[in-house]
């Protein structure tokens, strides 16, 4: 059962801090108590090594020119790990800025030694049994992107990237291979394909809900079922929609650290995405339709109770007159002198209402 209080809408937090300058790091988000903590993922196609750390400063002494870092930051409240990091890699304010704003849209800016990225991860949590139970989890996510660097930044612990640290581990593939454009779209199409799971999740739960509403006695809470999923799809579409810019550009980007092979699967990513879009699209319209399924379902339901009520009124019509004229207080009555007459009423009452029935039954009204 949905709970009703969490289908109260709530105004979104201010995308920007008011009455500071632009580029001033501020954290807007919910989670605000989240440690930050940095992994550490350097390699090259002969060796990997992997190191986790709370401290920003351990993040300093990862620079070669044979080996890719890819550094994971998990936690941005803390701002002040957040704008020593940036200052390091020398990355503009209004980047450190856009990386703890967590309802930044997903967008690309270009600059000179390195790219910037704002994605959504989508996902169902892991410790529920059954996902069509669990509340989706929309995660801001940050890339900055160099020659030969990745940064990652996170609102929290958890993601969907443990396929990737698996093939950097295992040297599976081709991700020890290549660069840190190769990496970035690892990682992006890890998000991607979450989020055809996600997808996936709310098909079922529309084929959940419209199995209930075909039912005899469709669930009270359905109509509060409807409004969080269409909620849930809402969430999604935000994050899906902009990145098909996004992805349209990074493909186009003249930069040095993007080879050309690369771009073709920037490409395939691309095509991905537009398939997402037209899966939430279609499951969109799908939902606006259960709703107006919903009302149908009770609008029958009520029809089938006025037609039995105005059948059983309508058999007894008949009969209140009968009853209401023999009821009159009239002295000159004939029929009240007749020794069987009150067995007679009856029987002529009891034939006009199995009449009428068998009239009903037969034009199928029952």
């Not at 550490?40 to 986790?52: A, G, P």
């Not at 940064?151 to 990737?164: I, P, R, T």
């Amino acid at each position: 059962m949905v709970k009703r209080t969490r289908l109260l809408l709530r105004r979104p937090k201010n995308t920007k801090a008011l009455n500071q300058a632009p580029g001033t790091v501020t954290y807007i988000g919910r989670k605000e108590s989240v440690e930050t903590r940095l992994e550490v993922i350097d390699y090259n196609k002969e060796s990997f090594d992997r190191y986790t750390s709370l401290r920003p400063e351990d993040a300093f002494n990862f620079e070669s020119d044979d080996k890719i870092t890819w550094i994971n930051i998990d936690g941005l409240s803390n701002t002040e790990e957040i704008v020593k990091l940036g200052r390091y890699y020398e990355l503009h304010p209004l980047i450190q800025e856009d990386i703890v704003n967590t309802n930044q849209r997903p967008k690309i800016d270009e600059y000179q030694d390195y790219i910037f990225l704002v994605v959504k991860m989508l996902y169902f949590p892991k410790d529920v049994t059954d996902k069509n139970n669990g509340s989706l989890i929309s995660e801001h996510l940050s890339f900055v992107v160099g020659k030969d660097y990745v940064l990652s930044f996170q609102e929290a612990d958890g993601d969907v990237f443990d396929n990737v640290r698996e093939r950097l581990a295992n040297s599976k593939g081709r991700l020890r291979s290549n660069g840190s454009d190769y990496l970035l779209f690892a990682l992006l199409d890890a998000i991607i394909d979450q989020y055809f799971e996600v997808v996936d999740v709310i098909g079922d739960k529309i084929e959940l809900l419209e199995e209930s509403l075909f039912q005899s006695q469709p669930n009270d809470d359905i109509t509060f079922e409807i409004q969080e999923l269409k909620r849930t799809i809402l969430r999604i579409r935000r994050a899906v929609f902009p990145l098909r810019e996004v992805l349209s550009r990074l493909e186009k980007l003249d930069s040095d650290f993007i080879d050309e092979k690369t771009r073709n699967y920037f490409r395939d990513l691309y095509d991905h995405v537009i398939q997402v879009s037209e899966n939430i699209e279609i499951y969109r319209e799908m939902t606006w339709g259960l709703m107006d399924m919903y009302m149908t379902t009770i609008s029958n339901r009520m029809n089938e109770v006025m037609k039995v009520l105005t059948i059983i009124a309508t058999i007894f019509i008949p009969l209140t007159f009968i009853a209401g004229i023999y009821g009159m207080n009239f002295e000159y009555m004939p029929e009240l002198q007749w020794e069987y007459s009150y067995f007679i009423l009856w029987g002529i009452m009891l034939l006009i209402f199995l009449i009428m029935l068998y009239y009903f039954r037969k034009k199928k009204w029952l």
